[in-house]
């Protein structure tokens, strides 16, 4: 059985990483997000929302991960904030090593939040733990609401799951309720925010959980002394 | 580098099962697709659709791939044609060997066209030759029209495109001319649909493709006798 023993290297060797990273933060006070989706889910949009919405109260630092082009990182560059892209040309997920790398690439400066967005696929980054404090699953409506179901893995994988585009439900055969029942039937412990990026709406109650996650990490914030260093 | 090494070989070993499904079908004149997208774009909404606009010209059978749940196999088994469901359990696409089964277990008489339907994941399905004439690219509009650009493994993988969910175009900011262009820019030869698979619009075009791809396959359809076995 090579295949397996090769992948149990792999996913050792990636949560030694992993490990590095998240002691690293830890120890720095900075709370560290993992932002999980399929293609087109809105994973962008709602980092460009937080960043946004939080950029004031916070310094943000992003890694963007993507098979091919800076598109994503040239978004994030906009809005003012560090961010370096990683391409995996063809890479399916991002990986510890690969992360870490990309950490090394931000400006020397302290961040209270560090936000990866993973490339878009339901199915593998699932098991790559990349040393954040919270993965969190960008869910499109449009998807359909039968998703959590097809695709259990990645609903216990995370602690919370942003459904975005609500605003197109009028349209949709989707229910955002039934894709709530749906999620929290596989992961009865998932926070759960119904959002569109869009108009905005239901963004306030996803700024206030990120802002409680990164006051429970240390109460330092941008130009404040750490308190649990 | 043993993961290399591994992944040769599993690509070897697929190439060669799907090889062996390539002969079979090619012989008995029997087309054989492969529907590939990311979750929730419409691959089962196409499927039905497909069934229930050519069930009548020609005999169709379907192998559903998903990670868990029949919950598509039983929406087809719904139009009343032969279906077998493949869990994955966690795997991120369907390989040749897979298949090979399923449609070992499908009902002992002659098809026209067989539908696979991939695991929903833009990025893994891409290498895995199942056997298939054509592989089919099912992307919703909802998903952005960057999103040929992102994948752009996926769009050099197949030969057509569905841009399916046209009809929410009123409402989002994705263009279906920007999707296009983006699509042909990664790979100039191919053929590109725009449909809803909700109103239905734009159906007949891709029925038509099916039909001819079918005829070329040679003439037998059901209940007449093979012309190029």
Tied chains: 1, 2.
Aim: some cysteine; hydrophobic content about 40%; charged content about 25%.
């Amino acid at each position: 059985m090579t295949q397996v023993k090769v992948m149990k290297d792999i996913l050792q060797t990636n949560n030694s990483v992993a490990g590095t990273i998240r002691t690293r933060y830890d120890s720095e006070g900075v709370l560290v997000l993992n932002f999980v989706s399929s293609p087109g889910a809105g994973k962008t949009t709602l980092l460009e929302r937080t960043v946004a919405g939080l950029k004031n109260d916070m310094k943000i630092g992003v890694v963007e991960g993507d098979l091919s082009t800076s598109l994503d990182a040239e978004r994030i560059a906009q809005h003012g904030i560090p961010v370096i892209q990683i391409n995996t040309d063809g890479g399916c997920h991002l990986e510890a090593w690969q992360v870490n790398s990309a950490l090394a690439e931000l400006p020397d400066e302290h961040f209270d939040m560090l936000i990866i967005e993973n490339v878009g696929n339901l199915v593998c980054p699932t098991n790559f733990d990349l040393g954040e404090d919270k993965k969190v699953l960008v869910m499109s409506l449009t998807e359909g609401d039968d998703k959590p179901l097809k695709y259990p893995g990645s609903f216990t994988a995370v602690e919370a799951v942003v459904i975005n585009k609500i605003d197109l439900a009028p349209y949709l055969p989707a229910k955002v309720e039934t894709m709530r029942e749906n999620a929290l039937s596989i992961n009865p412990h998932l926070k759960i925010f119904e959002v569109s990026c869009t108009s905005g709406e239901g963004l306030d109650a996803w700024f206030q959980w990120v802002r409680d996650l990164r006051a429970a990490k240390g109460t330092r914030l941008t130009g404040e002394q750490p308190t649990n260093a």
